[in-house]
């Protein structure tokens, strides 16, 4: 129960513009239901009316006849009054997308100003001057380098590439020096077993 009259209320998001359509849509609305209402009954008077000359009652059809025309009017403004409605309800709703527009503009406006505070023009010049010199130092750094070779160097260079590229200079392994260790008799009877075996084979494939 604490919770339920405890808790905060959020604003309503139904603004005076709203309320001002929700109003004029209503009362459009009950123009119109006059208007139907109206309607039938300036039908069942002109029913009436022929009805009241079919039985000689020619007076009584004329003064219906008369009220009818009047109701007639009101009609007409009626119409004219929904249609002033309607006009305005248009009105009012175009007006608030114009606001929004309008606020979304500003948003944007605001938002490019702190931009443009966070970074001045001095700041964006000052990043470009540094930008180009750290271009010229790197520009300045590969002269150097380039121009520290002299023609000598140049020329072992490139005899060193055409070497590497046509396979010269190809390090061997040594031959090592050392005795090769003796194999284990046990090891050389194995291997003779071995090779006792597969002579048959080497045979037939001869063969």
């Keep these: 129960m604490g919770n339920v009259f405890g808790r905060k209320s959020h604003p309503s998001r139904v ?3 709203d309320r001002a359509i929700l109003q004029l849509k209503q009362q ?5 239901q006059y208007q139907k209402r109206i309607t039938l009954q300036l039908e069942k ?13 020619k007076e009584k059809a004329l003064l219906l006849l008369k009220k009818k025309r009047y ?3 009101l009609l007409d403004k009626t119409e004219n009054q929904i249609s002033n409605l309607e006009r305005m309800v248009q009105d009012i709703e175009f007006m608030q997308i ?10 944007g406006n605001d938002c490019l ?13 000052k990043i470009l001057d540094e930008t180009q010199e750290a ?9 150097v380098l380039a121009g520290a070779l002299t023609q000598e160097d140049e020329d072992a260079v490139l005899a060193e590439l055409d070497a590497i590229t ?12 050392e005795p090769v260790p003796e194999v284990p008799e046990a090891a050389s009877t194995e291997t003779e077993r071995g090779e006792s075996k597969n002579k048959p084979v080497r045979e037939m494939l001869a063969a």
């Design 15 to 17: 603004t005076d513009q």
């Design 28 to 32: 459009r609305d009950k123009l119109k």
């Design 45 to 57: 008077e002109r029913l009436l009316a022929k009805q009241l000359l079919k039985d000689g009652k």
């Design 71 to 73: 109701q007639d009017q």
């Design 98 to 107: 114009e606001m929004k527009v309008i606020e979304g503009l500003k948003v």
């Design 113 to 125: 100003k702190s931009m443009h505070e966070i970074m001045s023009i001095e700041d964006v010049e």
């Design 135 to 143: 271009i010229e130092y790197q520009r300045q750094i590969d002269e």
């Design 166 to 177: 046509q396979g010269e200079d190809v390090t061997l392994p040594e031959v090592p020096t």
